[in-house]
């Protein structure tokens, strides 16, 4: 079965939208070779956790639950009493790294603090994985980084739940777990190093080389790639996205604009390029009517070429842009 997109004047409700998705690709139809994606309309603390469960896959061992803190001022990033139940279920600790942007999480005790701000030292321990420095993890595609710099307490898990917020983005176009595994897991000097696709470091003068955008997003991917690989092969990780407060605007901006498409849903998968890839294909697929408005969001996407990353992700081998969709309400 080929990769499912949907472009019959769906979305219009969205439990026509399930009731599609269940008939066109039910767990007994499976093709064993595309990779699964799961998904719940549900957006609340059991809608998670049900969707994580689905996969099939438990979280052991000491967990990182990769998350954004969100840059204060911003309201639309994973809110804690929406991912409390999923991450005192894994026993996970919330884990990010510094920015490489001057903001209120550049450093670690800013970071900190932002993060107790918002509630995070709420439900679970916080960890600032490059507030001790960083190590360098191999890549598999040298076309623009030769290396990906991850904070060295990412030594300390043996799992991660990469739990992104899927949404625009100024510079990628989209966020979702493809970025939030590639910038979110660099360090400070690694999201330099990943913006300027390979040039440099240097988190004064890496602003100055972020021209190249194809460049840019080859980065992100090989990035992620590394990180997958990191977890043992990608069998000790897994991946979801939460579709809702879609803005155009990443929860690195702490004055995102408004939503103008409503929320649809929260999406899981082992496979990243084929979640990320299910998850634009419903932000395409919606028809736009008053008070639900895709437009701006995929004009962001399309001016930054952002659907690059998932046809790059998927030629370097990292995934399948091609899946199975399960309704699983």
Same mark, same amino acid.
């Given at each position: 079965?080929?990769?499912?997109?949907?472009?019959?004047?769906?979305?219009?409700?969205?439990?026509?939208?399930?009731?599609?998705?269940?008939?066109?690709?039910?767990?007994?139809?499976?093709?064993?070779?595309?990779?699964?994606?799961?998904?719940?309309?549900?957006?609340?603390?059991?809608?998670?956790?049900?969707?994580?469960?689905?996969?099939?896959?438990?979280?052991?061992?000491?967990?990182?639950?990769?998350?954004?803190?969100?840059?204060?001022?911003?309201?639309?990033?994973?809110?804690?009493?929406?991912?409390?139940?999923?991450?005192?279920?894994?026993?996970?600790?919330?884990?990010?790294?510094?920015?490489?942007?001057?903001?209120?999480?550049?450093?670690?005790?800013?970071?900190?603090?932002?993060?107790?701000?918002?509630?995070?030292?709420?439900?679970?321990?916080?960890?600032?994985?490059?507030?001790?420095?960083?190590?360098?993890?191999?890549?598999? !595609?040298?076309?623009?980084?030769?290396?990906?710099?991850?904070?060295?307490?990412?030594?300390?898990?043996?799992?991660?739940?990469?739990?992104?917020?899927?949404?625009?983005?100024?510079?990628?176009?989209?966020?979702?777990?493809?970025?939030?595994?590639?910038?979110?897991?660099?360090?400070?000097?690694?999201?330099?190093?990943?913006?300027?696709?390979?040039?440099?470091?240097?988190?004064?003068?890496?602003?100055?080389?972020?021209?190249?955008?194809?460049?840019?997003?080859?980065?992100?991917?090989?990035?992620?790639?590394?990180?997958?690989?990191?977890? !043992?092969?990608?069998?000790?990780?897994?991946?979801?996205?939460?579709?809702?407060?879609?803005?155009?605007?990443?929860?690195?901006?702490?004055?995102?604009?408004?939503?103008?498409?409503?929320?649809?849903?929260?999406?899981?998968?082992?496979?990243?390029?084929?979640?990320?890839?299910?998850?634009? !294909?419903?932000?395409?697929?919606?028809?736009?009517?008053?008070?639900?408005?895709?437009?701006?969001?995929?004009?962001?996407?399309?001016?930054?070429?952002?659907?690059?990353?998932?046809?790059?992700?998927?030629?370097?081998?990292?995934?399948?842009?091609?899946?199975?969709?399960?309704?699983?309400?």
């Amino acid at each position: 079965m080929r990769r499912i997109k949907y472009v019959l004047g769906l979305i219009v409700a969205l439990p026509l939208f399930a009731s599609c998705v269940n008939k066109s690709a039910s767990v007994q139809e499976a093709e064993p070779s595309l990779p699964q994606v799961y998904m719940t309309t549900d957006i609340s603390p059991e809608g998670l956790v049900r969707v994580y469960e689905a996969l099939g896959v438990e979280a052991t061992g000491r967990v990182a639950v990769k998350i954004s803190t969100g840059e204060p001022g911003g309201k639309n990033f994973l809110q804690p009493a929406l991912i409390k139940d999923l991450v005192q279920q894994v026993n996970g600790t919330i884990v990010e790294c510094n920015t490489a942007y001057k903001g209120r999480r550049n450093t670690t005790e800013a970071h900190l603090e932002a993060a107790r701000e918002h509630g995070f030292f709420d439900i679970a321990h916080v960890d600032i994985m490059d507030a001790e420095g960083d190590f360098v993890i191999p890549v598999q !595609d040298t076309t623009h980084i030769k290396y990906n710099r991850v904070g060295t307490h990412l030594k300390n898990y043996d799992f991660m739940i990469n739990l992104a917020h899927f949404k625009g983005h100024a510079m990628g176009g989209f966020g979702g777990v493809l970025k939030n595994q590639s910038i979110g897991v660099a360090s400070s000097a690694g999201k330099a190093y990943i913006h300027s696709a390979g040039y440099t470091e240097d988190l004064n003068e890496f602003w100055n080389h972020v021209g190249d955008q194809i460049g840019f997003l080859e980065s992100m991917a090989a990035a992620a790639q590394s990180v997958h690989e990191y977890f !043992d092969g990608g069998k000790k990780i897994l991946y979801i996205n939460v579709m809702n407060n879609l803005s155009v605007d990443c929860d690195c901006d702490a004055h995102p604009d408004a939503p103008l498409l409503k929320d649809i849903g929260i999406l899981a998968s082992t496979d990243p390029v084929a979640l990320d890839q299910a998850c634009l !294909d419903l932000v395409f697929a919606v028809e736009p009517t008053e008070g639900n408005d895709n437009q701006p969001l995929l004009e962001r996407i399309k001016s930054r070429h952002g659907t690059h990353i998932v046809d790059y992700a998927e030629k370097i081998g990292l995934g399948s842009k091609k899946y199975e969709l399960h309704n699983i309400d």
